[in-house]
């Protein structure tokens, strides 16, 4: 059976909306402990998801979705709340599934680079550096194209440099195209889109071209295949999320970046379409229906968890 590494989730935000203060069960979400064990699941990325619209305070509710991930491995034999190769390593040796904090919108680091210092002394591994609004580090995705050729901030891309030092994976999901670029001539170590598609196939602003699929691959990162409907399909509006689109957009990220550039980004519990893999337990389907349409074993190994633990190894 083929283990997994899952680069992105929003169940930590969901916990805390719903007054949760643990994720051991959590039946009315894709995820929780039981079912990441029935998955298979190697390490799960847990986002701490900041909505800036909507946020009195940033940093304070990034606490609270990290104090739902510390009370659920305290409460867990087999959850370990990980940040570095090593402790990767001994976890799956053992058993255990690794949980890797990171952060979906870096405007809790407020243009201060000692907040990215303590972020990673709290165990922080990856940070979205945006998400659907510009921060501290640059603009997001838009459909507007001058928007979407602006760059990382200045604080931004010294902030790129002081990630690769402080060991925390950069990641341009939700990113704008201009500060893509400006991180693929700024950063030193790879760097991932952890939850992306391509946009040769679906053309949202979210994807990414087949140069930026190349220029990944370069860098040694990876790109997490998205579960979201509007990310998979031609016609934005669909709303039904399928293996075969999950298969098309993997294997044209493959033709493009090579098989040591695709890995796993499901974003389950922030995506509300219709999901033929509608969990973390359902995740061996993905990975057999994958092999009856071609996809050899060696394949799947990396695609499922062996690229992003090189990712982890380089970064981390």
């Known amino acids: 059976m083929i283990s997994y590494i899952d680069m992105h989730c929003d169940t930590l935000a969901e916990a805390v909306e719903l007054g949760r203060d643990k994720i051991i069960h959590f039946n009315d979400r894709a995820i929780d402990v039981v079912r990441l064990e029935e998955g298979h ?38 959850l370990k709340f990980t940040n570095n190769y090593s402790e990767l390593s001994k976890n ?24 990215l210092k303590k972020l990673k002394k709290q165990g922080v591994s990856l940070i979205t550096l945006t998400w659907n609004q510009a921060n501290c ?13 602006k760059g990382l901030t200045d604080f931004g891309k010294e902030a790129i440099e002081e990630m690769n030092g402080l060991g925390i994976i950069v990641d341009v999901s939700h990113l704008s195209d201009g500060g893509f670029w400006d991180v693929a001539n700024i950063s030193k170590k790879p760097f991932v889109a952890s939850h992306s ?14 140069e930026m699929i190349k220029a990944i691959a370069e ?11 509007d990310f998979l399909n031609p016609d934005l509006s669909h709303e039904k999320s399928t293996v075969d689109k ?19 980004g499901t974003d389950f519990d922030g ?21 009856k349409r071609g996809m050899n074993h060696a394949s799947l190994e990396y695609l499922a968890y062996k690229n992003v633990e090189r990712v982890i190894k380089d970064c981390l």
């Open 41 to 78: 699941c190697e390490a799960q990325f847990f986002a701490a998801y900041i909505d800036q619209d909507k946020s009195k305070d940033p940093y304070e509710d990034y606490m609270a979705m990290r104090q739902v991930l510390l009370n659920t491995v305290a409460h867990s034999r087999n």
């Open 92 to 115: 799956f040796a053992a058993g255990k599934i690794s949980a890797f904090l990171t952060i979906e919108n870096g405007c809790l680091v407020e243009g201060r680079m000692e907040r």
């Open 137 to 149: 580090f640059g603009f997001p995705h838009s459909s507007d194209s001058a928007e979407m050729a």
């Open 197 to 210: 598609n391509c946009r040769n196939i679906a053309p949202h602003t979210r994807n990414l071209t087949d």
């Open 219 to 229: 860098k040694g990162g990876v790109i997490g295949l998205n579960f979201a409907a």
């Open 246 to 264: 999950l298969f098309l957009h993997a294997k044209h990220i493959i033709e493009v970046g090579g098989i040591e550039s695709i890995g796993i």
């Open 271 to 291: 995506i509300t379409c219709k999901l033929e893999i509608p969990s973390c337990d359902k995740m061996p389907l993905l990975f057999e229906e994958f092999e």
